[in-house]
């Protein structure tokens, strides 16, 4: 069965790195394109970014410049680098499968000094 399991969350200083990783399992993952979602406390979950077979990518407004997604066809993995982290980058960050029901249980990322 698919499988999405996001790791790399954390409590980081506005400004800082984390890079979030996404491994997948269950599907022929080098044929799909995978997204990244976030979903802040009261907020309604958002797209940040995503990426095709080919690593095309594309990005929310409010993470481009900062956040890079990448991929490693041979790992079933999708990663998500995220710099220049501001407190409002504060969220639940989820993966999923595109236009599935298939999410990953989510990591969480807390910006904060």
């Known amino acids: 069965q698919v499988q999405l399991v996001e790791s790399g969350g954390g409590l980081v200083q506005p400004g800082g790195s984390l890079r979030l990783s996404c491994a997948a399992s269950?599907?022929?993952?080098?044929?799909?394109?995978m997204t990244w979602y976030r979903q802040a406390p009261g907020k309604q979950r958002e797209l940040v970014g995503s990426?095709?077979?080919?690593?095309?990518?594309n990005y929310a407004d409010s993470v481009k410049g900062r956040f890079t997604i990448s991929r490693d066809n041979g790992k079933s993995t999708v990663y998500l680098q995220m710099n220049s982290l501001k407190p409002e980058d504060t969220a639940e960050y989820y993966c999923?499968?595109?236009?599935?029901?298939?999410w990953g249980q989510g990591t969480q990322v807390t910006v904060s000094s």
């Open positions: 990426i095709t077979p080919r690593s095309s990518t």
């Open positions: 269950g599907f022929v993952f080098s044929i799909y394109t």
């Open positions: 999923r499968l595109e236009q599935t029901d298939y």
